[in-house]
């Protein structure tokens, strides 16, 4: 309360419990003028608070209270499951107050589908039916709070349920004993923190055999695994990871992996986490900084941010690959406390200390990424607020200075663009009324992803369909050459047929990386590479792993079709040539025997598989009276199988001479005709709406112009999150085309649009596709749809459309005549959270419709009653009063239509 002073005599707090009786508090001087009142309820219900000043209550007063204890929650759990058969779990809330439940069905970490049902008084009864023989947890939390404590007819959340399988549990009655019978379970097969001790227990049953558990580091080493026999017979064993990251957990009984092996634990590592780019704070300005957990493994992050009077202050959280930007905005001077811990622990620098200071004339502050990173040959700007003359701003690299321009945008200051021409760590000084301002000078790094190379050339490690060479089983390993880059670090993902796959990125040297990472099953993968967070040219890289040598079987198994079309280009055949050489036999396959094509790497394959162990020595020579020689890149991709590639400059006739154990092979040299290319990829354009993506259902239809290319083959191929798209190219007979590509999946999808076996502009292009319309999934939450006072009252409420796919969010409101106006907004275009609110200005009955897309959504509509008084309010709620209130007015509202894939349509209410 903050008032000029505190008369005990005219003002005073009365705290009353829900049965009358009086609850002692406590009133103190907090700061200032303002008093602190405390006190400490000691039953659930409803607690009146009557606030009087200077002998009158002030308005709103008697103000509730709601009291609750979770510690009062009733959980009857179900037995153990049985897949496919539905599950029951009651839950009783009607001794723990007024509050909500919220309930979250888990297994393997994802989530399950649950039902809620609401059955009165405080009983809710919840169902899910098992797909799989798995333990699945239920996790419950009540107005916030997770309802963790043990009480009586409760174990506490989450609760457990063992499913099993209707096949296995017959097996068990029979006298066979399949290793399916072991059971694993336990907090050590989803991971930990490194350096811990974890552990986990196989239940053996009555299985019989030797029990074993091998365990894999990220990076490929092995763990030790102590196993334990205990006195029930089963088993514990325990291990201690070394390196955060993914661990493979396998675990055999007689040779035979177990039911769920191999587990796959998440291991990380606190001290990983690094803290950067923490900005100077300012009351009523935005602040942040930056988490970086890239190298730290997977685990919750969590940020508390403290202010000076003691509260918790809100922040935005917006996520990048392997980091987290936070930022915030200071609403008082002082210390402000930031603690950041990472899978519950805390982090180096953490908790840290952000000093706050008000904002003063003629403060000048510095925003925006391009003081902390950028691209060469690409356009960075940053804000400088604070000015009214123009800044002096210089930026300068390790051997050059980046031009700068400076424009006054109105309302925001002065923005600064600048394009720096080299990589490394810039130099950015900032001056403004005759002196650097506060932060200043900043030190941006500028990188390259265009100059990661792979040592050998991409070519080294694709297939002849552009594809990576993947065997089962066998570790993938891709060297980089990142000379050039400029400062940062590469980051890989692999993205398997069912899950991801565990990658480690070893540091050879520093100027080479090495990706590693082994395809457990056959099936398609996706290879994702980044440079200091920015998407390498050629990423994502597809590949399909199979049981046998991709060399020999150099055309993998395709998910689609590639769309191609020719315009006016000749095939050209294979050459297969074999030699013999005593009792050794050589076979070579490959265009790159007998012709190439200027700047573009040509390869061809020597297969010695057939002859004693070996290996080849290959060399280009001009026929020209210079006779200059040509490198070949020869790389051994299989037992006696090698890859060999190489790069002519200059058309012509050359002489490719291939050895193997210091002998040619037959025919050996060939004849390399070189030519040159008659189009030119770069000048294919592509347009159209299709680009920018859409929704399942939907063809994307984008327009492709050859024109100005000349003669040349072209292809388009679009591949999804697991699936291919079909492509279809449809020829004009004029240089032009529609390509329609048809999504089969939801998702992120890669067009791949190349000219003469190059990727034109823009190429490849990343798809961003919707699923359809789904109402089920838009969350409506907030007190704009809960029962109110009206003085009190806040209308505000918000639509989560996240997940539902495309659509248009549609809001009307029924309530008393001219009562109500209707109000939606979203803060960008892209977002899909649409806060709306209604301020009603008279009490009575509203009548809140939400629609997604035409339907209504989970609860619409939703009925909110607003009364004078608080009394008048716990009257209804109580269910002794029925107040009688007047018509309703038609609907009033608005529209928004999803942010994701096309632009929004204006709003209006319709009145």
């Keep these: 309360m903050a008032r000029d002073g505190y008369n005990h005599n005219r003002n005073r707090l009365f705290f009353t419990g829900p049965r009358g009786n009086p609850v002692e508090c406590q009133v103190y001087l907090w700061k200032g003028r303002i008093y602190r009142a405390e006190y400490r309820p000691n039953e659930v219900g409803s607690h009146k608070v009557d606030v009087i000043y200077n002998d009158l209550a002030i308005p709103g007063s008697p103000f509730v209270c709601e009291v609750y204890d979770v510690s009062k929650i009733r959980v009857h759990a179900a037995d153990d499951g049985v897949v496919g058969q539905t599950l029951n779990f009651k839950v009783d809330t009607s001794q723990a107050g007024y509050g909500n439940i919220e309930p979250e069905m888990k297994a393997r970490g994802h989530d399950v589908p649950l039902r809620k049902l609401n059955q009165g008084s405080g009983i ?332 050998g050339g991409w070519h080294s490690i694709m297939d002849a369909n552009n594809r990576l060479y993947l065997k089962v089983g066998e570790e993938k390993r891709i060297q980089f050459d990142i000379t050039e880059a400029g400062p940062g670090e590469i980051m890989a993902d692999v993205d398997g047929p069912h899950d991801q796959v565990p990658v480690a990125v070893e540091k050879p040297s520093d100027t080479r990386r090495r990706v590693c990472f082994t395809p457990p099953i056959e099936g398609h993968y996706e290879l994702s590479l980044f440079w200091n967070k920015v998407p390498l040219p050629k990423s994502p890289m597809e590949g399909y792993a199979t049981l046998s040598s991709p060399s020999r079987s150099p055309v993998s198994p395709s998910k689609g079709s590639m769309t191609r079309h020719v315009v006016e280009s000749s095939s050209m055949t294979t050459k297969h040539i074999s030699g013999t050489e005593g009792n050794t036999k050589v076979i070579l396959r490959g265009r790159g025997l007998q012709e190439a094509k200027t700047k573009q790497e040509a ?63 037959s025919g050996s040299p060939f004849k390399v005709s070189v030519t040159g290319s008659l189009c030119d990829p770069n000048k294919v354009t592509l347009s159209g ?69 190059e990727n034109v502009p823009g190429s490849p292009f990343v798809l961003r596709v919707a699923g359809a319309p789904d109402a089920s999934k838009v969350k409506v939450y907030g007190p704009g749809i809960e029962d109110g006072v009206l003085a009190l009252y806040q209308s505000r409420f918000i639509c989560e459309t996240r997940g539902a796919g495309a659509g248009q969010l549609t809001v009307r409101i029924r309530g008393p005549k001219g009562a109500f106006r209707v109000e939606m907004q979203r803060e960008s275009q892209k977002d899909r959270t649409i806060l709306c609110k209604y301020d009603p200005t008279e009490p009575g009955e509203y009548f809140v419709h939400v629609k997604w897309s035409g339907v209504d959504v989970p609860g619409s509509p939703f009925k909110v009653c607003i009364f004078d008084t608080q009394d008048e309010l716990e009257r209804y709620r109580r269910g002794g009063w029925v107040p009688t209130w007047g018509p309703v007015e038609p609907q009033h509202g608005g529209s928004l239509y999803s942010p994701v894939y096309r632009p929004a349509i204006p709003w209006g209410q319709d009145m």
């Design 124 to 455: 809710y009864m919840l169902t899910f039916t098992p797909q799989e023989p798995v333990r699945t947890k239920l996790y419950l939390t009540f107005n916030g709070h997770p309802e963790a404590r043990p009480s009586k007819g409760s174990v506490g959340s989450p609760f457990e349920v063992h499913v099993k399988d209707f096949a296995m549990q017959q097996t068990h009655l029979g006298l066979t004993h399949e290793p399916g019978h072991v059971v694993a379970s336990g907090r050590g097969l989803k991971g930990g923190r490194v350096g811990d001790r974890l552990w986990f227990v196989a239940e053996v049953h009555t299985a019989e055999g030797q029990l074993e558990t091998f365990i894999t580091a990220p990076n490929g080493s092995h763990i030790q695994a102590r196993q334990s026999k205990q006195k029930d017979g089963d088993y514990k064993i325990d291990w201690s990871p070394t390196v955060p990251g993914r661990y493979q957990i396998d675990v055999m009984q007689s040779g035979r992996a177990i039911m769920g092996s191999p587990f796959y634990a998440e291991v990380y590592d606190p001290s990983r986490v690094v803290i950067e780019e923490v900005t100077q704070a300012m009351v009523a300005h935005e602040a942040g900084f930056k988490v970086i957990y890239v190298d730290a493994g997977r685990a919750d992050l969590l940020v508390t941010i403290t202010s000076p009077s003691g509260g918790n202050l809100p922040f935005d959280i917006h996520e990048g690959s392997g980091f987290t930007y936070i930022s915030y905005v200071a609403q008082e001077p002082g210390k402000h406390r930031v603690v950041i811990t990472y899978g519950g622990d805390d982090v180096p620098r953490s908790p840290l200390t952000v000093l706050a200071d008000e904002a003063q004339a003629g403060m000048v502050i510095a925003t925006g990424d391009g003081l902390y990173r950028c691209l060469v040959d690409e356009e960075a700007h940053f804000t400088v607020r604070g000015l009214k003359d123009q800044p002096v701003v210089r930026v300068d690299g390790p051997n050059s200075i980046a031009k700068v321009t400076v424009r006054p945008v109105p309302e925001q200051g002065w923005k600064i663009f600048y394009t720096p021409v080299e990589v490394g760590i810039f130099n950015i000084k900032i001056f403004g009324n005759g002196r650097e301002i506060t932060g200043s000078p900043y030190h941006p790094k500028v990188t390259d992803p265009r100059r990661v190379k792979v040592v």
């Design 603 to 665: 390869e061809f394959i020597i297969d010695g598989s057939h002859c004693a162990p070996g290996r080849p020595v290959a060399s280009i020579q001009s026929t020209s009276k210079s006779g200059f020689g040509i490198p070949v890149d020869v790389e051994q991709i299989d037992n006696n199988v090698y890859r060999c590639v190489y790069v002519i400059n200059t058309p012509g006739a050359y002489l490719l001479n291939i050895m193997w154990g210091d002998r040619h092979v």
């Design 689 to 757: 709406e299709g680009l920018k993506g859409g929704v399942i259902g939907r063809d994307l239809v984008s327009k492709i112009d050859t024109r100005r290319a000349g003669p040349g083959e072209l292809t388009a191929h679009c591949v999804g999150p697991q699936k291919v798209a079909y492509c279809e190219l449809f020829d004009h007979r004029d240089g032009t085309y529609t390509l329609n590509i048809r999504p089969q999946e939801a998702g992120k999808h890669t067009l791949h649009v190349k000219y003469d076996g």
